[in-house]
């Protein structure tokens, strides 16, 4: 199971992969185009940050010749273990297989469908992007497609990973992934939606008070 960081935001990451056992950061156009900077530092700063794990970029053209010339020069400047996300559409389907004929390493992204992740997983795609909430959306049922594309990669012995992503609850996250997703990836304050809460701290507390009514507030390695 892979948890991975869906922001560009570089001290978000820096924080986030200090607490986490994040696999990589996954980004897009929209999430770059958040942070105001230029493309190459700010994913260079990005890979600094996060060291050999995964890092997803997602190519901006619409030809396969031209979408090969990015993954090339994203490749040249980010490292090998950099993920290329393409778009599963017919050309999209063209590039993915070319790039892996080439030896990259490529994520199939605006995944809605299991078709598209059986014909993305068929020209050898790492990962496959259902969108989660984006398929809620369109009153298109996201656990059934993710339960689809996990049997039908299981049952076809399929290499290829489900990286599940568009996701606006905890709930999604987790739906995602019992219903077979291998990663997903979210904004960072999802992850901490999971483990900070009202009801947490109480709890939290009340360890504190009762350990506080007999030992005060000594903490353990100063008892004998
Ligand atoms: O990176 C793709 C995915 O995370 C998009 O998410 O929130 O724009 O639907 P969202």
Redesign the pocket.
Known sequence: MKIIL?TAHLEDIRKYNRIYEIAGV???P??LSRECADFFPLLQNIRQEIGDKEL?V?VTASSCTEMLLEAKSIVNILGKDTYI?VPTNEEGIKTIKQLKHLGYKVTA??IYTAQQAMLAASVGADYV?P?Y??MNNLNMDSRQTITEIATLFKLHHCETEILA????NTNQIMDALLCGAHAV???PQLYTQMVESPVIDHAIKEFYKDWASVYQDKPIYELK
């Open positions: 869906d996954t980004s897009n929209t999430i997803h997602q996300k992204t605006a992007a969108y909430n984006r992503a568009s996701f606006k990836t979210a904004s």
